[in-house]
């Protein structure tokens, strides 16, 4: 029982007051853990006892608080894992009920799209924002490659998220521009760094910190696990306390555990209006006296936002 008690991993969140164990889990190799400590990285295994305490989710993922016993130079044993605040997961590959966890206790979200090259969707920085909200996590957009918008025009594309109460940092990875605006964002938190491939997230990474140097174009190098790249999250110390981890894209995140029936408290900008509906249930589709309704025929909340309310409400299945 007391053994248990050290390797369990509980569901309640902890309180923020609760003393934080400094030592961060930064990246993981199969059966073994990079483990940041005060003192530099340790490569960990993990103690039986944490791996048997919970089996619906990973008993140690990136990102996770953890308290360690050295074995050896540069070597330890994970003994505990701290209770996670929030997670980034998604359900593991062949299971139905199984979480795997992308990043443990991420502070935000940053989704980073690009002005062009790729051309950005809206509709699918939409699907980001909601599985920050729909997680309690803080959500910001960083809009890159700006230096391939010198009239400012394209990145008007993004206004909507300003409006809808998101900060929106405007950069260039190429040129520099925008990158201390970034810097400051980060600062102080562990944020998830995601978007479509192409984008610039490695490039950015880079940028705020030229000593990594990961390889751009090439997300194997960001984390030195080859093939198996799209789940696997490396965590970057930037700076004291700041972490950025280049997490997957949409896709691969998914819409695993979102309650759908809640998916219009997702919409910052609709909920001044929900308790406005005539109806107390109202789904704002097709309802008559609907606010929201109303809202966006007055062009109090933009027709592409609300777009992807409505495919993603009425939508099942393969939709969303
Ligand atoms: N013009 C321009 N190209 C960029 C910028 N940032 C990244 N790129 C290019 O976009 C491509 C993809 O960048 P990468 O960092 O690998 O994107 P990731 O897939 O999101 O990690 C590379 O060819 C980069 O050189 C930028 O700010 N401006
Ligand atoms: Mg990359
Ligand atoms: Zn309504």
Same mark, same amino acid.
């Given at each position: 029982m007391e053994q248990l008690e050290a390797g369990a991993i509980v569901d309640t969140p902890a309180p923020d007051t609760s003393p934080r164990p400094p030592n961060i889990v930064i990246r993981g190799y199969g059966q073994y853990y990079d483990v940041l400590t005060p003192e530099g990285v340790v490569r960990c295994t993990v103690r039986g006892v944490v791996k048997r305490a919970r089996r619906k989710t990973d008993p140690v993922a990136v990102g996770d608080r953890v308290e360690i016993t050295r074995t050896g130079p540069g070597e330890g044993v994970?003994?505990?894992?701290?209770?996670?605040?929030?997670?980034?997961?998604?359900?593991?590959?062949?299971?139905?009920?199984?979480?795997?966890?992308?990043?443990?206790?991420?502070?935000?979200?940053?989704?980073?799209?690009?002005?062009?090259?790729?051309?950005?969707?809206p509709r699918m920085l939409d699907r980001f924002l909601i599985i920050a909200e729909a997680r309690g996590l803080a959500a910001a957009v960083c809009v890159n490659k700006i230096d391939l918008d010198p009239s400012?025009?394209?990145?008007?594309?993004?206004?909507?998220?300003?409006?809808?109460?998101?900060?929106?940092?405007?950069?260039?990875?190429? /040129?520099?521009?925008?990158?201390?605006?970034?810097?400051a964002l980060l600062r102080g938190k562990i944020s998830a760094l995601s978007g479509p491939s192409g984008v610039g997230k490695s490039s950015l990474i880079n940028?705020?910190?030229?000593?990594?140097?990961?390889?751009?174009?090439?997300?194997?190098? @960001? /984390?030195?696990?080859?093939?198996?790249?799209? /789940? @696997?999250?490396t965590l970057i110390l930037l700076d004291d306390d700041t972490y950025i981890a280049d997490t997957p894209g949409i896709r691969q995140l998914g819409f695993w555990g979102i309650d759908f029936s809640r998916l219009d408290t997702y919409f910052p900008e609709f909920r001044p209006y929900l308790d406005q509906c005539y109806y107390a249930d109202c789904t704002h589709l097709t309802e008559p006296g609907c606010a929201v309704l109303a809202a966006v025929e007055a062009g109090a909340i933009d027709r592409g936002r609300y777009e992807s309310y409505r495919v993603l409400r009425q939508g099942t299945g393969e939709d969303r």
């Open positions: 994970i003994e505990a894992v701290a209770p996670r605040l929030r997670t980034l997961s998604r359900r593991a590959r062949g299971t139905e009920d199984v979480e795997q966890v992308i990043l443990a206790n991420p502070d935000q979200l940053v989704a980073v799209f690009a002005v062009a090259e790729p051309e950005p969707h400012g025009e394209l990145r008007r594309r993004f206004d909507p998220y300003r409006a809808a109460g998101y900060p929106v940092v405007e950069t260039s990875a190429a /040129t520099g521009a925008g990158i201390d605006d970034l810097r940028a705020l910190n030229p000593e990594l140097d990961l390889r751009v174009g090439d997300i194997s190098a @960001a /984390t030195g696990k080859g093939r198996h790249t799209t /789940t @696997a999250t």
